[in-house]
């Protein structure tokens, strides 16, 4: 899915740790950030977030159960 922006980002990393299978977010540069990585949650993301070039980027879920436990927070991107 593509996502301009997380909602609640607290909430997210509590979702994520709920999540059976991969979850990645993927930047237009092809940089993949696996999530289920906690240091990759903190210094990642913010990098992420903090950077006014990545207007969005895709969140990808290889177990398609575990879209339920984030969906909530994602923002989607409008094409």
Do not use: H, W
Not at 20 to 48: C, H, M, P, Y
Request: charged share 30%; net charge negative.
């Amino acid at each position: 899915m593509r996502v301009k922006s997380i909602n609640n980002v607290d909430a997210f990393f509590k979702a994520l740790d709920k999540c059976k299978g991969r979850v990645e977010l993927i930047t237009d540069e092809k940089d993949v950030l696996n999530l289920a990585s906690k240091l990759t949650q903190f210094i990642g993301l913010t990098r992420v977030f903090s950077n006014p070039e990545i207007s969005s980027y895709e969140i990808v879920c290889y177990n398609i159960d575990d879209y339920q436990y984030i969906k909530e927070f994602l923002v989607p991107a409008e094409d």
